[in-house]
Each structure stands twice: as C-alpha cells, then as structure tokens.
C-alpha cells in the first residue's frame, strides 16, 4: 500500500508582497489576523476561528501551548518579527 501526501504550502510571493513584512516603523502593534488579512498579501490558510483573536487570546494560546509540548518543540524568531511574538522565541 502506498500513501502519497500532498504538502499544499501557500505564503507571500512577491517582493511586493514582503514589503508587509519587513516594516521598522516604531508603531508596529499586534493586529487581529482578520486586520491583518486585510493588507492584500496572499496568505497561508488558517482556521476560521483564529481569525478574530485579539492579540491577548492569542498570547494565552501561545502560553498555553508552550505549557503542553514543553521542550519537544523549539520556537525560532527571526529579526523581523515583532517583540510580542519574538518574547516567545527560544532562539533568535
């Protein structure tokens, strides 16, 4: 018997596109992923229902999950990415 697997992986494309990304403005603030949704960059597909977590539910998520899987998984922030997301980084 074989399985085959099919890996559908959506994410920015464009160099347009990562311009979104790669903002130093000093007001960055956690958005919605609905607000976020929201600039024209082509996304990966999420559930629906994370779409409207507020930024402290989502932080809540985070927590507790890190609570769940423990050190079987190792979360990477990368430079770009904004502080309340990098304070959950093992490694930058």
Same mark, same amino acid.
């Given at each position: ?6 890996? =559908? ?5 464009? #160099?347009? #596109? ?13 958005? /919605?992923?609905? !607000? !976020?949704?929201? /600039?024209?960059?082509?996304? =990966? %597909?999420?559930?629906?229902? *994370?779409? %409207?977590? /507020?930024? !402290? #539910?989502? +932080? !809540? ?5 890190? %609570?769940?899987?423990? #050190? ?7 430079? *770009? =990415? ?5 304070? *959950? +980084?093992?490694? /930058?």
């Amino acid at each position: 018997m074989t399985t085959a697997f099919s890996k =559908q992986t959506t994410i920015a494309i464009s #160099e347009l #596109e990562q311009s979104a990304f790669c903002q130093t403005d000093g007001n960055l603030r956690t958005k /919605t992923l609905q !607000e !976020e949704f929201q /600039t024209g960059v082509r996304w =990966q %597909k999420v559930p629906t229902r *994370y779409l %409207k977590l /507020t930024p !402290e #539910e989502i +932080a !809540e998520g985070i927590v507790f999950a890190r %609570k769940e899987i423990g #050190e079987k998984a190792v979360l990477l922030g990368h430079h *770009y =990415q904004r502080d309340d997301v990098i304070q *959950y +980084a093992d490694f /930058t």
